[in-house]
């Protein structure tokens, strides 16, 4: 099983930043696929951003040019910065783990971290 613990997350300004991160921890094999997800209330789960077990990145466009997604391989971390924070980027923050399809292993979720942006 993999456990994944999210942190970072807290009340800020309008403006401001915040960087998440995300300990991965135990059976990691096949691992690939590491990412954010957002939801706010009454609103459905949405993907913020991801980062291959190569370092290719993708964002969601609400938040390209403002989050940055990085990954330590070495410590099974991934990070969220998050700069230019909105009032509309306000949600529980959670991270995710995709396997290699041959492992046919399910994804696996963190217990979510909150994010609240004051306008």
């Known amino acids: 099983q993999v456990q994944l613990v999210e942190s970072g997350g807290g009340l800020v300004q309008a403006g401001g930043s915040l960087r998440l991160s995300c300990l991965a921890s135990g059976n990691l094999a096949g691992l690939n696929v590491m990412g954010w997800y957002r939801q706010a209330p009454g609103k459905q789960r949405e993907l913020v951003a991801t980062i291959t077990n190569g370092g290719t990145t993708s964002y969601a466009d609400s938040v390209k040019g403002r989050f940055t997604i990085s990954r330590d391989n070495a410590k099974n971390t991934v990070y969220l910065q998050m700069n230019s924070l909105k009032p509309e980027d306000a949600a529980v923050y959670y991270c995710?783990?995709?396997?290699?399809?041959?492992?046919?292993?399910?994804?696996?979720w963190g217990q979510g971290t909150q994010v609240t942006v004051s306008s």
């Open positions: 995710n783990a995709d396997f290699w399809p041959w492992t046919s292993r399910p994804d696996a």
